[in-house]
């Protein structure tokens, strides 16, 4: 057989796979616990009300964004009690809680359409919650693909495009938190593979989180910048390619430094999964 036919049927013979940055983050933080989780497919984390509040004010920001009839508070209200019926009985939160939520969402679901107006000027909308599924292509062992939902693609008149990332917290997020290298690298990732997709050169997309707090007494909505520049790219990508190496290699070596994080131990700590 030929070389250029042998290539041809080790090509027809991988099997595409996908990585996520949320699984890139597992990976980052134990390789052991990516394994279990992506690769034994065991159950972690299934949610809480914060996550509940998260999911219903992503999807009011969304569906105002496409129909601007809609209410954002009656949506919110209707989403959030959605979010709290799944939640499963162990993670049933207090109904003081669940009030205190309510009401911050009320106050809170109005505010982040007109914020991007405020912080943006005149722009118009390219895309929400667009999916990218794009092959990384600097990886050659295998056939891996990029996989992410992009929440808001805006485009302003100096020909930019934005990528926006919505993220709810409680008072907002410190120095620290926003200059954390594997929280910004999440829309660094956003960015190279959103180019590949759209043809769109790197110089032309900004970056961008929008902080939805709801605890905050003012700037309840805050939209700031993270820088990505070529460099920037490469180490993250870079790290992506190590993790997948480690991952088609079958590597998952424990990382006992995440046995115990600040909201306590691992979930599978002492277990039969992880002794």
Known sequence: MQASQTNELQKENKITEHISFSELKNWCTCPHYHKLIHKDKLAAFEGNIHTAFGTAM??????????EKISPRQLFEKLFTEEIEKLPSKAEPPEKMVKEMRTQGFQLSPLPIPALSEHFGEFTYVSVEEKLYEPIEEF????????GFIDLVIKTPDNKYHIIDWKTCSWGWDSRRKNEKMTTYQLTLYKKFWAQKMGVPLDQIETHFALLKRTAKTNKVEIFRVTSGPQKIKNAVNLMLKALYNIHKNIHIKNKLSCHTRFGPCEFYKTEHCP
């Open 140 to 147: 050659d062992a295998a056939d891996f693909k990029f996989k």
């Open 58 to 67: 992503h999807s009011v920001c969304e569906s105002v964004i496409s129909n």
